[in-house]
């Protein structure tokens, strides 16, 4: 198999190692303009003694068009979040099957060509959302499919970290997520927490949110939301913050029957009553999300099926986003059906 990597930085080396260690035949290509030379490790450091290229075994091309001239069966899109639809329409043109990060795009613009195409030429595209490979949030999903909470009375998903310790090999402030060019920002740098809603709690009708950019944050984006969203299953409160210590990633449900507890960070979902057992998971490595993610893709490519993320639902759950984007400038709630 021949893989493109657009983007080389943190989660494009992720990829890359991880593609190494799950088909050791992987014949490799990055596509990547800058070409800034620095490993960034797993717990994500900067090493400026090790060279990305060497290392994990790439063939670099600064063009695309060249990149793309080497016919890779498949295209992980890593660039910065208002970059992916350039890469994703000229690799679909290609035939290439697309792994695009989250979000797919900053913006709705060119997603039905990007959807048309993938159809027309049977690809398969996922979005990626990794958490959805945390075996803590397929038990709570399981639950919830068979009731055994009872009827939802409501839930709340809690993002919360402090930008500048989010990835300390750069300086926060030219990150893509602290740039509104680059499409930042906590929601769609953390649409995590929409496609979370989206995935546990069914459809979205519409949403409300309030916030901004209300810290001191060096940054031209929102840092801090809280986003009330009206799902099929009932009412679900999205909490994020870029302005936050220590780091929390949680959910939890309250349900007719009993409430369930899920911290993301720990690893441990809990119910109350013990009404079925939960998980624990204390040494579950957070690498194994991603390589879950990139095996399913593979695997569709391989012998066919559709994949946990599917296109269709990454472009939904930008459809959310947005509004709770325009909730936050207007003041209003949004409605998307």
């Known amino acids: 198999m021949r893989v493109l990597i657009a983007g080389l930085g943190a989660i494009g080396?992720?990829?890359?190692?991880?593609?190494?260690?799950?088909?050791?035949?992987?014949?490799?290509?990055?596509?990547?303009?800058?070409?800034?030379?620095?490993?960034?490790?797993?717990?994500?450091?900067?090493d400026d003694?090790?060279?990305?290229?060497?290392?994990?075994?790439?063939?670099?091309?600064?063009?695309?068009?060249?990149?793309?001239?080497?016919?890779?069966?498949?295209?992980?899109?890593?660039?910065?979040?208002?970059?992916h639809l350039d890469v994703a329409l000229r690799a679909a043109a290609a035939g290439c099957h697309l792994f695009i990060e989250k979000p797919i795009s900053h913006t709705l613009d060119r997603l039905g060509r990007l959807r048309a195409l993938v159809a027309?030429?049977?690809?398969?595209?996922?979005?990626?959302?990794?958490?959805r490979f945390h075996p803590c949030v397929a038990r709570l999903r399981e639950l919830l499919a068979a009731g055994t909470l009872g009827v939802v009375r409501k839930a709340?998903?809690?993002?919360?970290?402090?930008?500048p310790d989010w990835h300390p090999y750069e300086d926060y402030r030219t990150s893509y997520a602290a740039r509104a060019d680059l499409g930042g920002g906590v929601v769609l740098t953390h649409i995590h927490d929409y496609?979370?809603?989206?995935?546990?709690?069914?459809?979205?009708?519409?949403?409300h949110a309030t916030g901004g950019h209300l810290s001191a944050l060096e940054i031209d984006v929102e840092d801090t939301v809280r986003a009330q969203?009206?799902?099929?299953?009932?009412?679900?409160?999205?909490?994020?913050?870029?302005?936050?210590?220590?780091p929390h990633r949680s959910i939890t449900v309250h349900g007719a029957t009993a409430t369930a507890t899920l911290d993301?960070?720990?690893g441990r979902l809990v119910l109350e009553p013990p009404v079925a057992e939960g998980?624990?998971?204390?040494?579950?490595?957070?690498?194994?999300?991603?390589?879950?993610?990139?095996?399913?893709?593979?695997?569709?490519?391989?012998?066919?099926?559709?994949?946990?993320?599917?296109?269709?639902?990454?472009?939904?759950?930008?459809?959310?986003?947005?509004?709770?984007?325009?909730?936050?400038?207007?003041?209003?709630?949004?409605?998307?059906?």
């Open 156 to 163: 709340e998903i809690r993002y919360a970290e402090y930008l």
């Open 49 to 83: 003694a090790r060279d990305v290229e060497a290392e994990l075994g790439v063939t670099a091309h600064e063009d695309l068009d060249a990149a793309l001239a080497v016919r890779p069966d498949a295209v992980f899109i890593c660039t910065p979040s208002a970059l």
């Open 264 to 266: 993301l960070i720990a």
């Open 279 to 337: 998980l624990a998971l204390a040494d579950y490595q957070r690498n194994e999300m991603f390589r879950a993610e990139v095996e399913d893709f593979l695997t569709c490519i391989e012998r066919g099926g559709t994949p946990r993320v599917p296109l269709a639902d990454g472009v939904a759950v930008l459809q959310v986003a947005l509004a709770v984007k325009e909730s936050l400038r207007s003041g209003r709630p949004v409605s998307l059906t």
């Open 229 to 246: 969203l009206d799902t099929a299953a009932g009412p679900v409160l999205v909490s994020q913050s870029f302005a936050e210590r220590p």
């Open 120 to 131: 027309e030429r049977g690809l398969i595209a996922t979005v990626g959302c990794q958490w």
């Open 13 to 46: 080396q992720r990829h890359a190692r991880n593609l190494r260690a799950q088909r050791p035949a992987v014949e490799l290509h990055a596509f990547r303009q800058r070409r800034l030379r620095h490993i960034v490790t797993e717990t994500l450091e900067r």
């Open 195 to 207: 496609d979370l809603a989206w995935w546990l709690f069914g459809a979205v009708h519409s949403v």
